[in-house]
């Protein structure tokens, strides 16, 4: 089984919708990431979190929200869903401390909003 | 922040033969690691190799090896006798390791594998 999973792996939503995506992970690591893949721009961070209590804004996190319900589910949200967040997501994780250096990265998600 | 510089959108390569892929960073920082990731037609992010900052010595994963200039800010990856399944996105991350766990990446370059 795959040690980090998203749901849902495609979805097609619409302007002005609300939308969820979820990441699981079973690596017992601490820390989590949302970024996105953009074509000619590579990953950008949206939101990371340290711990359960810990969340941090990354480097495009406007017209996003998360929520961090265990130490192994990190869930990104659009409130309300624009064309120009279609995109690649993807969630990943690392350790802590000197194991911190690597990150794995769940499947990916592709969000289509028209 | 960092900046994670890769100049080769997409680059091609014999089956069997060479290829190094160039990435070259923006940092004050002396300690930290960089990385390069293989993205496949499957969308997944896979670690091809990490080299930390303080190593002199380049770092070697099968066919894949580094060459790590740090004066110069130059992180590049060489592949050997290169195979169709190395066909895929590449991008070379970088990680600082004294101001906290955030990842940059460059913006990839498309490896072609011609048979």
């Known amino acids: 089984d795959a040690d980090v999973t998203q749901t849902p792996r495609n979805r097609i939503t619409k302007t002005g919708k609300r939308i969820m995506l979820e990441c699981s992970q079973t690596?017992?690591?601490?820390?989590m990431y949302w970024y996105r893949q953009d074509p000619g721009l590579g990953l950008r961070l949206i939101y990371y979190?340290?711990?359960?209590?810990?969340?941090n804004k990354g480097e495009i996190s406007d017209g996003y929200s998360v929520s961090r319900q265990a130490q192994a589910k990190f869930s990104l949200s659009l409130e309300s869903a624009i064309p120009n967040q279609t995109a690649l997501y993807f969630c990943?994780?690392?350790?802590?401390?000197?194991?911190?250096?690597?990150?794995?990265f769940g499947p990916g998600t592709r969000l289509t909003v028209l | 922040a960092q900046t994670v510089t890769q100049s080769q959108p997409e680059m091609s390569v014999q089956e069997a033969e060479t290829v190094t892929l160039s990435c070259t960073y923006d940092?004050?920082?002396?300690?930290?690691?960089l990385f390069w990731y293989k993205q496949p037609p499957s969308r997944q992010m896979i670690l091809v190799i990490r080299?930390?900052?303080?190593?002199?010595q380049n770092a070697t994963e099968n066919r894949f090896s580094v060459n790590f200039q740090k004066a110069a800010k130059s992180f590049s990856l060489k592949i050997s006798d290169s195979q169709l399944g190395d066909a895929a996105m590449y991008f070379c991350?970088?990680?600082?390791?004294?101001?906290?766990?955030?990842?940059?990446f460059g913006t990839g370059t498309s490896l072609t594998v011609i048979p």
């Open positions: 990943a994780t690392s350790d802590f401390g000197i194991r911190a250096d690597t990150q794995y």
């Open positions: 690596k017992g690591h601490d820390r």
């Open positions: 979190s340290f711990d359960v209590k810990d969340i």
């Open positions: 940092t004050s920082e002396s300690d930290y690691y």
């Open positions: 080299q930390e900052a303080y190593k002199q």
């Open positions: 991350a970088y990680r600082s390791r004294d101001t906290g766990n955030q990842f940059y």
